[in-house]
T-cell receptor, first 116, second 113 residues
Framework: DAGVIQSPRHEVTEMGQEVTLRCKPI?????LFWYRQTMMRGLELLIY????????DSGMPEDRFSAKMPNASFSTLKIQPSEPRDSAVYFC??????????????FGPGTRLTVL | AQSVTQLGSHVSVSEGALVLLRCNYS??????LFWYVQYPNQGLQLLLK??????LVKGINGFEAEFKKSETSFHLTKPSAHMSDAAEYFC???????????FGAGTILRVKS
């Protein structure tokens, strides 16, 4: 299995531009998570999906952020418009369903976003 | 609500010395506990987890952790540090529904030669 795939690995953009981050979870995993990691705030859960349905988006910082999961093998996190304070590493993770709370989350390599 | 406290944002040990990374949790239900490791420029990967059963849990790379309910702790240990152990370590507790995790702030482990 290729693991969780994220693209791009690095993104540099200018303030005000739209940014789209992409994630392909591990096949057969029913949960998908988006995290943001910064030095100041550590690892924050932004949103998570179960069977393509958003379950908890309370971590999404503001309306500029949106996430979708149109099918079981693809998810996007969009920032529009982007701001310098959005600069961070964004991780996607996936896990199986079943024994709720017990299953390991598998993380992708992350997308390092820099907003100038 | 669940929470995790990791004592010490940075820990430095000599190669061959004992590694001890501390984690305390708060949970209103029997917790599921995890340790993840993050190497530079990589995603997190699971070291070990406690769900039920034996309270001493063994993980990859010689690490182990002991669940102590009375102390609400889940400290991570390794008898002898290796240079390759240098990384950031995260303790996490599951909220029990879905697979949502609450992560601690992380501890950066430095191994000196």
């Amino acid at each position: 299995d290729a693991g969780v795939i994220q693209s791009p690995r690095h993104e540099v953009t200018e303030m005000g531009q739209e940014v789209t981050l992409r994630c392909k979870p591990i096949s057969g995993h029913d949960y998908l998570f988006w995290y943001r990691q910064t030095m100041m705030r550590g690892l924050e859960l932004l949103i998570y999906f179960n069977n393509n349905v958003p379950i908890d988006d309370s971590g999404m910082p503001e309306d500029r952020f949106s996430a979708k999961m149109p099918n079981a093998s693809f998810s996007t996190l969009k920032i529009q418009p982007s701001e310098p304070r959005d600069s961070a590493v964004y991780f996607c993770a996936s896990s199986r369903s079943g024994r709720a709370g017990r299953d390991e989350q598998f993380f992708g390599p992350g997308t390092r976003l820099t907003v100038l | 609500a669940q929470s995790v406290t990791q004592l010490g944002s940075h820990v430095s040990v000599s190669e061959g010395a004992l590694v001890l990374l501390r984690c305390n949790y708060s949970s209103s239900v029997p917790p599921y506990l995890f340790w993840y490791v993050q190497y530079p420029n990589q995603g997190l990967q699971l070291l070990l987890k406690y769900t039920t059963g034996a309270t001493l849990v063994k993980g990859i790379n010689g690490f182990e952790a002991e669940f102590k309910k009375s102390e609400t702790s889940f400290h991570l240990t390794k008898p002898s540090a290796h240079m390759s152990d240098a990384a950031e370590y995260f303790c996490a507790v599951s909220e029990g529904y879905g697979n949502k995790l609450v992560f601690g702030a992380g501890t950066i482990l430095r191994v000196k030669s």
